[in-house]
């Protein structure tokens, strides 16, 4: 029974970082890259108005750190609770 | 050597590469043909999964897509990235974990039942090849532009080459050309790319050269002294805004519009069932969530380039051809002019290039064979009254780069050879899903269930053989419809795929009723709206008939949401699941249970735990 929860506390805490990363994810592209990309346009970086860059770029490339985060918090979670393969 | 020589030298070793690694390859049980035995390395995987993503219509229209509509292309490259978020944390790892060979047999079993299974393999199949038929095309105008060849010899050669490495080599041979397919494709966009950053920018990196001033030898290419030191953007808006434009760097489509497109594709992107199976091919769980992640850097390595070229082009464009005699145009629009993607139609008379918003002639330029007292090819279309002159295909942007970049001829060659290795591994992809869905999950699942694995095999070959059959027969005879459907793929994807696959894991009460009146609605809904619009009535396509003002592109959300929401209720209200599925949906949400001696998951196909 106590493995039982154990693993449901496994499942809780993958849910956990997987609701962090996703308001990441909506954050940078729904947000900086639709809904307020006009407002953000008005700061520059460089050459970019930074709305535009979010759209563009910016978005992409924190994606790419989001599973990069997911994939290590998760493989030390599998250790954590002995899920982890050989 | 000439271009059309350069060509063919390497086209044809790319092809032969291609073939050798098929050979060597070959799948010969049904694990190796449908998931490649499971043995392939996250990082492999990640690269054939963006050669399997990226199609004909990434390497060659994306860029030139995104330079026509500023800001708003940036909803492709959100879209077509943002999916692989999605599967490496709410797809990929669990799907990998159930272990068996198809989304419809993972769905058929998660909800213990035949016509879930049926349903869904349906969708997989209509999807499949509403998505291949643009890639032979994609292969036979790739050959009549670079190689003079007629595009149904191109189509066939194409087919050749898929149906050797699809039918002999399954998932194995496909995964391996596609590792090399992709490889040739990145370094075929790359080189141009990065050419043309340094030529305006100095900068070697295009995804921040677009981001950097002009160079001092970039404004005498851009025959402007003036834009010298500035950013490249603010010369690019002001000369936007000189020709009646908006802003390149502005949208103009609403934003309600542009948010649930991106929805749409980000959602349909980790629905597609030939992206999905790839995460089938690796070993392990955590090899499952890092090989999205591979996945994705190799793919935004060409979608951080993409909206540079696009900014590049279109700068280099307007500057060098707007107000040109044509006399002096650049060669490559004339060399361009022939292929029909760019036409001058001197309607003032002046001998001078004028460019501006609207369009300068209706349809797709027609040669009457005869030239112009300038010496411009003369077109029998319609002319507009607008004061555009200029007709522009969008695929220029990227097919003429090499020369716009002023590069040598075997540059030209690698982007014939990239765009045949986009569109032949997005192809063969597809044509492995088709093949998977008739042979296990019709055949073995459905109809035949005593059959051998020999003779599912063979139906496998067979499945993947007609379908390429077929492929073709799309490419050679394309439907008016393709360009209108592609919407569709994405669409069904979203409002069918997604929330079944995704309420299948993480919500253990979602039983068959929930599950079939969610599909069946989200896929109503959602094809009737995109057959209204597109078939029925187009004339009313437009935003002031729209619902909410959402394009038939962004309505796969709309499904998704309705199938969620029908999902849930309706599980509430019927009998909850089987114990035994509710015990198997526990059992996908962790890797291996160690305490009970567990150490590795199957990577035998046929024994799933």
Same mark, same amino acid.
């Given at each position: 029974?106590?493995?039982?929860?154990?693993?449901?506390?496994?499942?809780?805490?993958?849910?956990?970082?997987?609701?962090?990363?996703?308001?990441?994810?909506?954050?940078?592209?729904?947000?900086?890259?639709?809904?307020?990309?006009?407002?953000?346009?008005? *700061?520059?970086?460089?050459?970019?108005?930074?709305?535009?860059?979010?759209?563009?770029?910016?978005?992409?490339?924190?994606?790419?750190?989001?599973?990069?985060?997911?994939?290590?918090?998760?493989?030390?979670?599998?250790?954590? !609770?002995?899920?982890?393969?050989? | 050597?000439?271009?059309?020589?350069?060509? @063919?030298?390497?086209?044809?070793?790319?092809?032969? *590469?291609?073939?050798?690694?098929?050979?060597?390859?070959?799948?010969?049980?049904?694990?190796?043909?449908?998931?490649?035995?499971?043995?392939?390395?996250?990082?492999?995987?990640?690269?054939?999964?963006?050669?399997?993503?990226?199609?004909?219509?990434?390497?060659?229209?994306?860029?030139?897509?995104?330079?026509?509509? =500023?800001?708003?292309?940036?909803? !492709?490259?959100?879209?077509?990235?943002?999916?692989?978020?999605?599967?490496? $944390?709410?797809?990929?790892?669990?799907?990998?974990?159930?272990?068996?060979?198809?989304?419809?047999?993972?769905?058929?079993?998660?909800?213990?039942?035949?016509?879930?299974?049926?349903?869904?393999?349906?969708?997989?199949? %209509?999807?499949?090849?509403? !998505?291949?038929?643009?890639?032979?095309?994609?292969? =036979?105008?790739?050959?009549?532009?670079?190689?003079?060849?007629?595009?149904?010899?191109?189509?066939?050669?194409? $087919?050749?080459?898929?149906?050797?490495?699809?039918?002999?080599?399954?998932?194995?041979?496909?995964?391996?050309?596609?590792?090399?397919?992709?490889?040739?494709?990145?370094?075929?966009?790359?080189?141009?790319?990065?050419?043309?950053?340094?030529?305006?920018?100095?900068?070697?990196?295009?995804?921040?050269?677009?981001?950097?001033? #002009?160079?001092?030898?970039?404004?005498?290419?851009?025959?402007?002294?003036?834009?010298?030191?500035?950013?490249?953007?603010?010369?690019?808006?002001?000369? /936007?805004?000189?020709?009646?434009?908006?802003?390149?760097?502005?949208?103009?489509?609403?934003?309600?519009?542009?948010?649930?497109?991106?929805?749409?594709?980000?959602?349909?992107?980790? =629905?597609?069932?030939?992206?999905?199976?790839?995460?089938?091919?690796?070993?392990?769980?955590?090899?499952?969530?890092?090989?999205?992640?591979?996945?994705?850097?190799?793919?935004?390595?060409?979608?951080?380039?993409?909206?540079?070229?696009?900014?590049?082009?279109?700068?280099?464009?307007?500057?060098?051809? /707007?107000?040109?005699?044509?006399?002096?145009?650049?060669?490559?629009?004339?060399? @361009?002019?022939?292929? =029909?993607?760019?036409?001058?139609?001197?309607?003032?008379?002046?001998?001078? $290039?004028?460019?501006?918003?609207?369009?300068?002639?209706?349809?797709?330029?027609?040669?009457?064979?005869?030239?112009?007292?300038?010496?411009?090819?003369?077109?029998?279309?319609?002319?507009?009254?607008?004061?555009?002159?200029?007709?522009?295909?969008?695929?220029?942007?990227?097919?003429?780069?090499?020369?716009?970049? &002023?590069?040598?001829?075997?540059?030209?060659?690698?982007?014939?050879?990239?765009?045949?290795?986009?569109?032949?591994?997005?192809?063969?992809?597809?044509?492995?899903?088709?093949?998977?869905?008739?042979?296990?999950?019709?055949?073995?699942?459905?109809?035949?269930?005593?059959?051998?694995?020999?003779?599912?095999?063979? @139906?496998? &070959?067979?499945?993947?053989?007609?379908?390429?059959?077929?492929?073709?027969?799309?490419?050679?005879?394309?439907?008016?419809?393709?360009?209108?459907?592609?919407? %569709?793929?994405?669409?069904?994807?979203?409002?069918?795929?997604?929330?079944?696959? #995704?309420?299948?894991?993480?919500?253990?009460?979602?039983?068959?009723?929930?599950?079939?009146?969610?599909?069946?609605?989200?896929?109503?809904?959602?094809?009737?709206?995109?057959?209204?619009?597109?078939?029925?009535?187009?004339?009313?396509?437009?935003?002031?008939?729209? @619902?909410?003002?959402?394009?038939?592109?962004?309505?796969?959300?709309?499904?998704?949401?309705?199938?969620?929401?029908?999902?849930?209720?309706?599980?509430?209200?019927?009998?909850?699941?089987?114990?035994? #599925?509710?015990?198997?949906?526990?059992?996908? &949400?962790?890797?291996?249970?160690?305490?009970?001696?567990?150490?590795?998951?199957?990577?035998?196909?046929?024994?799933?735990?």
């Amino acid at each position: 029974m106590a493995r039982e929860q154990e693993l449901q506390e496994y499942w809780n805490q993958n849910l956990k970082y997987i609701a962090i990363l996703l308001s990441i994810w909506f954050t940078v592209s729904y947000l900086f890259g639709i809904v307020f990309v006009d407002q953000l346009d008005n *700061i520059r970086l460089f050459g970019f108005p930074l709305g535009y860059w979010f759209a563009n770029q910016g978005a992409e490339v924190i994606f790419c750190l989001l599973i990069v985060i997911y994939v290590r918090l998760m493989n030390k979670l599998d250790r954590k !609770y002995n899920v982890f393969e050989d | 050597m000439s271009i059309t020589t350069w060509t @063919w030298l390497l086209v044809g070793i790319t092809f032969l *590469i291609y073939i050798i690694v098929a050979i060597r390859a070959r799948a010969v049980s049904t694990g190796a043909f449908y998931t490649a035995e499971r043995t392939i390395h996250p990082v492999l995987n990640g690269m054939a999964t963006g050669a399997d993503w990226m199609s004909a219509a990434s390497f060659i229209s994306m860029a030139g897509l995104i330079s026509f509509m =500023g800001r708003d292309g940036s909803m !492709y490259l959100m879209g077509w990235t943002g999916g692989y978020v999605l599967l490496a $944390m709410l797809l990929a790892p669990y799907l990998r974990k159930y272990g068996k060979f198809t989304v419809p047999e993972f769905i058929g079993d998660r909800y213990y039942s035949q016509s879930a299974r049926i349903i869904s393999l349906v969708c997989a199949i %209509f999807i499949s090849f509403t !998505y291949v038929a643009g890639q032979m095309r994609g292969v =036979g105008v790739v050959f009549s532009r670079f190689l003079n060849v007629p595009i149904n010899t191109g189509v066939v050669i194409g $087919m050749c080459i898929v149906f050797f490495y699809a039918v002999l080599g399954g998932m194995k041979g496909v995964t391996y050309t596609q590792v090399a397919q992709y490889c040739v494709l990145i370094v075929a966009y790359m080189i141009p790319a990065i050419y043309i950053s340094i030529m305006l920018t100095n900068n070697p990196i295009p995804a921040f050269g677009f981001g950097s001033t #002009i160079s001092a030898d970039g404004a005498e290419i851009l025959q402007d002294a003036s834009t010298q030191g500035r950013y490249l953007l603010d010369v690019l808006d002001g000369i /936007h805004k000189d020709l009646g434009f908006s802003e390149y760097t502005s949208g103009v489509r609403p934003k309600i519009d542009v948010f649930f497109i991106v929805v749409a594709l980000m959602v349909g992107t980790a =629905g597609l069932p030939h992206v999905i199976i790839r995460f089938f091919t690796v070993p392990k769980i955590k090899d499952a969530r890092a090989s999205a992640g591979w996945a994705l850097f190799f793919i935004v390595l060409l979608y951080t380039a993409a909206p540079a070229v696009a900014a590049f082009a279109r700068t280099n464009f307007i500057k060098t051809v /707007h107000n040109v005699r044509y006399e002096n145009a650049p060669q490559w629009l004339k060399n @361009w002019e022939e292929t =029909g993607l760019i036409a001058w139609i001197d309607k003032n008379g002046d001998g001078v $290039m004028q460019y501006g918003p609207g369009k300068a002639i209706t349809g797709k330029p027609k040669y009457s064979g005869q030239t112009g007292s300038f010496g411009q090819a003369l077109v029998s279309n319609i002319v507009t009254t607008g004061p555009n002159e200029m007709y522009v295909d969008r695929d220029i942007m990227v097919l003429a780069n090499p020369e716009i970049a &002023r590069l040598p001829n075997w540059v030209i060659a690698l982007v014939a050879a990239g765009g045949l290795a986009a569109a032949l591994s997005t192809a063969a992809g597809l044509l492995l899903v088709i093949s998977a869905s008739i042979s296990h999950d019709l055949m073995k699942g459905v109809l035949m269930p005593s059959m051998s694995e020999k003779g599912e095999l063979l @139906w496998a &070959r067979c499945g993947a053989a007609g379908a390429v059959v077929i492929a073709g027969l799309f490419g050679i005879f394309p439907p008016g419809f393709v360009a209108q459907v592609v919407a %569709f793929a994405f669409g069904l994807a979203a409002a069918s795929f997604f929330p079944v696959i #995704i309420m299948g894991i993480f919500n253990k009460k979602t039983n068959v009723y929930g599950a079939m009146t969610g599909m069946i609605a989200g896929i109503t809904f959602t094809s009737g709206y995109i057959v209204y619009f597109k078939f029925l009535n187009p004339g009313a396509n437009k935003p002031a008939n729209w @619902w909410f003002g959402i394009s038939p592109e962004g309505i796969g959300t709309v499904g998704m949401i309705i199938n969620f929401l029908l999902m849930y209720i309706v599980s509430k209200v019927t009998p909850e699941p089987p114990q035994e #599925i509710q015990d198997l949906v526990v059992q996908l &949400r962790y890797p291996v249970e160690r305490t009970s001696g567990e150490r590795k998951i199957s990577t035998d196909a046929r024994r799933p735990y």
